[in-house]
């Protein structure tokens, strides 16, 4: 896979998964330094071969053939937060289907301390270089991983005292109001069309963000990071 954007590689180099690194002609001094620290053999090439190995001008200068990322299990998610000594924070995606909306997701899990992200096999953009570069590299630390029905996973999740809160931009209940100590699913439906009816059924409760403006919904990697915020403040 090609890996492309800074941080991607950056955090790919620090893996051992990237054995060459093209490198735009240009770039600054500083960060060719820092990839020659790594030991990693490097290319210099015109912006533009990049540009077109890439299909994009948002490399930043960088790009490098790495191992296809691998999905993890939710298995792994569970032992993440058994070996944090931490309740159980996991987020699950209904129908996010936008590379971008993906990684962003993905980035703001990580950073705002979740255990990990799942996705519904057949309901999900892949794992790819778009989605790892809008990660910003968080997909080298959080587990991601599939299912292969969602709703049969939430039941599964509750019986092991897992709370499960999805968002809804009408939900009467306000995310600030709501005590999350315990395990925490938070389930972050598609764009436009929110989550399926099946997957809103399972839910043990609904949540919306407080909104004033005129516009009443939220992008919903943006909604994802400030409920993830308001969940991981309201622990502290």
């Not at 569970?78 to 996991?90: T, Y």
Request: aromatic share 4%; net charge neutral.
């Amino acid at each position: 896979m090609l890996l492309y954007g800074r941080n991607p590689v950056l955090e790919a180099l620090r893996d051992g998964r990237v054995s060459e690194v093209l490198v735009a002609r240009g770039v600054e001094e500083a960060l060719v330094a820092q990839l020659k620290a790594t030991g990693v053999r490097l290319r210099f090439a015109p912006r533009i071969e990049l540009d077109q190995l890439a299909g994009t001008t948002a490399h930043q200068g960088l790009l490098a053939e790495v191992e296809d990322l691998d999905w993890a299990s939710v298995d792994d998610i569970l032992d993440l937060a058994e070996k944090r000594s931490e309740p159980l924070l996991i987020v699950l995606l209904d129908g996010i289907t936008d590379p971008r909306n993906f990684g962003a997701i993905i980035r703001s899990a990580e950073v705002l301390g979740a255990h990990g992200v799942v996705v519904e096999e057949r309901r999900s953009a892949p794992l790819s270089p778009v989605v790892a570069k809008t990660a910003a590299g968080a997909t080298s630390y959080l587990p991601v991983a599939q299912t292969k029905n969602l709703p049969r996973l939430m039941d599964a999740l509750k019986k092991e005292g897992v709370w499960v809160y999805g968002a809804a931009g009408e939900a009467a209940q306000d995310v600030r109001r709501v005590d999350f100590s315990g395990k925490v699913a938070l389930v972050i439906g598609a764009e436009g069309e929110g989550m399926r009816r099946l997957v809103r059924e399972k839910c043990d409760a609904l949540v919306s963000i407080p909104v004033r403006g005129q516009v009443q919904s939220l992008n919903a990697s943006v909604a994802a990071g400030i409920l993830l915020f308001e969940i991981t403040r309201g622990r502290a």
